[in-house]
């Protein structure tokens, strides 16, 4: 059973930068691909970021492209997400996911974190 612990949510203003921590604990933390995804309050969840366990780099969705950066430190089990420029529609619960050998990120990935805070006001 995978655990996903994210962290660093918090109050920002808009335009600024805020970095969310994911550690999992998995072994083989390299066969898996890693979504971030958000859920603002009233809406559907929605993905952000994917970084697929035999990708050199993540994809976005188009929301976030070039303000967000993911990555990912497979020996220690970590997974980022650098967020800059945030806006007002940025805030929501954003949550790490993952799954084992997976070619893409999607809503029914196998294993989901408690979720982590960003308000983005003012």
């Known amino acids: 059973q995978l655990q996903l612990v994210e962290s660093g949510g918090g109050l920002v203003q808009p335009g600024g930068s805020l970095t969310l921590s994911c550690a999992a604990s998995?072994?083989?933390?390299?066969?898996?691909?890693i979504g971030w995804f958000r859920q603002a309050p009233g809406k559907e969840r929605e993905g952000v970021s994917c970084f697929s366990h035999s990708w050199a780099s993540a994809n976005y969705a188009d929301s976030v492209k070039g303000r967000f950066t993911m990555s990912r430190d497979n020996a220690k089990r970590m997974v980022y997400l650098q967020m800059n420029s945030l806006k007002l529609e940025d805030t929501a619960v954003y949550y790490c996911a993952a799954e084992r050998v997976s070619s893409s990120c999607h809503d029914g990935m196998d294993y989901w974190g408690k979720g982590t805070l960003v308000t983005v006001s003012s």
């Open positions: 998995a072994v083989t933390f390299d066969y898996y691909t």
